[in-house]
């Protein structure tokens, strides 16, 4: 079951008892000098739900799955990782109530990488633990490729 309010229900009770907030922000295509403002701002405004993916190039200093820069003169505390840390330390929200979801890549998927590309996004976003890490079949890429269009 679900608890509701009177706009729907406010999160999904998944089989393991874990609850899913129903309504989440997106951090695709949010700009690298805006995105960590966006964060703050949902999360102060009630969003228990953050959706990111290292794809995306704002989870931590704009870089790909294989460590190259994407771009230059990022600051850190307006990434995704380096905002939700704040958010911890300052007691805005405990880890525990907020649900974290990013993607393996498509450049990821092979079982040697995996692990790896978990582990970067876990580094990235300051966190021990992500709650719904998602497999990305938008597309097949080659290993070492991050981009698209």
């Not at 009177?6 to 129903?22: D, R, V």
């Not at 294989?66 to 990434?79: A, F, K, P, T």
């Not at 890490?133 to 597309?139: E, K, Q, R």
Request: a negative charge; one cysteine or more; charged letters at 20%.
């Amino acid at each position: 079951m679900s608890a509701n309010s009177e706009f729907g229900p406010t999160h999904l009770e998944l089989n393991t008892g874990a609850k899913l907030p129903s309504l989440g922000l997106g951090t695709w295509k949010a700009s690298p000098g805006d995105v960590g403002h966006a964060v703050t701002c949902a999360v102060k405004a009630g969003y228990r739900h953050i959706d990111c993916a290292s794809v995306y190039d704002n989870e931590q200093e704009g870089r790909c799955n294989d460590g190259d820069v994407l771009e230059v003169g990022l600051w850190l505390n307006n990434e995704v990782g380096a905002t939700l840390k704040e958010l911890f330390n300052s007691g805005v929200v405990n880890r525990e109530e907020l649900w974290v979801t990013s993607k393996l890549w498509c450049n990821s998927h092979t079982p040697e990488d995996v692990s790896k590309a978990l582990s970067k996004t876990l580094k990235d976003l300051h966190l021990d633990y992500i709650d719904l890490y998602l497999v990305c079949l938008f597309t097949l890429l080659y290993s070492h490729t991050c981009s698209f269009n």
